[in-house]
């Protein structure tokens, strides 16, 4: 009985365990596209640089699912694999702020 239960706490701390490892993971790799989508927000908006040189010059190591540019907007979304993340311009003083 004493194993059983040893094992049934053992399980348990492993799956809790898990599980916060998980969050943290989750906040790390949200980390790339929110950078990006900030970064190449402003290179455009700001910066008034085109957009093939700010996907070039903001370009990550970790890959992205897509970049979207809402010209009218002044709006960049970027789609990682785990988080969705959006960057607007504020003013071209103060740049562009993560939604």
């Known amino acids: ?12 701390g492993l799956v809790t365990l898990g599980i916060a490892a998980n969050a ?3 906040a790390m790799v ?4 929110t950078y990006y989508a900030k970064e190449v927000c402003t290179c455009l908006f ?5 957009e093939a040189f700010c996907r070039a010059y903001h370009a990550q190591f970790l890959p992205l ?17 785990i988080a969705t993340v959006s960057a ?7 740049g562009c702020a993560v939604q």
């Open 24 to 26: 943290r993971m989750r």
């Open 88 to 94: 607007r311009l504020i003013d071209e003083r103060f």
């Open 46 to 50: 700001v910066l008034k640089q085109d």
């Open 30 to 33: 949200a980390i790339f596209p």
């Open 1 to 12: 009985m004493k194993r059983f239960a040893l094992g049934i706490l053992i399980i348990l």
């Open 65 to 81: 699912i897509a970049l979207g540019v809402d010209r009218e907007a002044m709006q960049v979304r970027a789609w990682a694999p």
